[in-house]
């Protein structure tokens, strides 16, 4: 069954460490795209890839950065993590001619301690 | 991009329709409406999308205003699962520049 993975699902950190959350889908979908949702707040895009060796910056600036090296994994990396990144990370993907029809991961709660 | 207007809140009793609508006064002509959900601690979830006709899958049914300035998403019978922020949000079709911006939504409280 197609689908759309994240693993971890809860993750806690202490300060400094460097962290990967993981994103893959099996959709074989070339767009994908990383959000940050804090708890009851909006979802801000912070990075997207049109394909392999594609990485873009999103709307809001974050100090994660991405990699796509293979068209199924989206892996978002933070070098050292501060609690001011404790948030939801929610990845997603679509087709590249229908990108507003998303199919999204259950998301990452961070926190960072 | 149009701007779109949602109440943050309703509720509707479980089994009855619940209808929830957004306001897109300043649409254009090739700007589609799209419909998302979010369930609390889940991603997003698309529902449907529409351009001036009504449509209607599995999950929903949206109406949209012969003028286009208004839309409403219709759950012909809620259940407690559908218990979430609703998201409209207006866009052009398959442009590769554009990317989804999910606002504040309308917060919607299926009750027994």
């Known amino acids: 069954e197609a689908d759309i993975y994240q693993t971890p699902r809860y993750l806690v950190i202490g300060t400094g460490k460097k962290i990967t959350l993981e994103c893959s889908q099996t959709?074989?979908?070339?767009?994908m795209y990383w959000y940050q949702q804090d708890p009851g707040m909006e979802l801000h895009l912070i990075h997207y890839?049109?394909?392999?060796?594609?990485?873009e910056k999103g709307d809001l600036s974050s100090e994660s950065t991405v990699s796509r090296i293979r068209t199924e994994h989206f892996p978002l990396t933070l070098e050292s993590a501060r609690p001011s990144h404790t948030s939801q990370y929610l990845c997603?993907?679509?087709?590249?001619?229908?990108?507003?029809?998303?199919?999204f991961g259950p998301g990452t709660r961070l926190t960072v301690l | 991009d149009a701007k779109t207007t949602q109440p943050p809140s309703m509720d509707c009793a479980e089994g009855r329709a619940a209808n929830l609508p957004c306001n897109h006064s300043?649409?254009?002509?090739?700007?589609?409406v799209y419909w998302y959900r979010q369930i609390h601690s889940q991603g997003p979830q698309y529902i449907i999308h529409?351009?001036?006709n009504n449509e209607t899958n599995e999950m929903a049914s949206l109406i949209i205003t012969e003028d286009r300035k208004s839309s409403t998403l219709i759950l012909p019978h809620a259940t407690l699962r559908d218990t979430a922020v609703y998201y409209c949000?207006?866009?052009?079709?398959?442009?590769?520049?554009?990317?989804?911006?999910f606002g504040g939504g309308t917060r919607l409280m299926v009750k027994p």
């Open positions: 997603a993907s679509s087709e590249p001619d229908r990108v507003f029809e998303q199919f």
């Open positions: 949000i207006v866009r052009v079709k398959d442009n590769a520049g554009n990317m989804l911006t």
């Open positions: 959709m074989g979908h070339d767009k």
């Open positions: 300043t649409i254009s002509g090739n700007e589609y």
């Open positions: 529409g351009l001036k």
């Open positions: 890839s049109y394909g392999v060796n594609s990485t």
